[in-house]
């Protein structure tokens, strides 16, 4: 994982790894309760999905404000 982070900057690494875990956590916890469970379809798009947060650029937006709250 910290390969796929490692061009981000910390902050932002830091909250990617914090949403990661946050979701792998509700998915296992809604699986847990769920009497269907979760299908294989479903975790696949759910890797997808985390794939995608961890490899995103960082938008123009984000690094403005994480510029932005530095200055402060």
Do not use: C, K
């Not at 792998?24 to 995608?52: K, P, Y």
């Amino acid at each position: 994982m910290e390969a796929a982070l490692q061009d981000l900057p910390e902050r932002i690494r830091r909250g990617r790894t914090f949403q990661l875990y946050i979701g792998i956590i509700n998915v296992l916890g809604q699986s847990a309760r769920s009497s269907q469970g979760i299908s294989e379809a479903q975790l696949h798009n759910f890797v997808d999905g985390w794939v995608g947060l961890l490899t995103a650029p960082v938008s123009y937006e984000t690094r403005a404000l994480l510029t932005q709250s530095r200055g402060s």
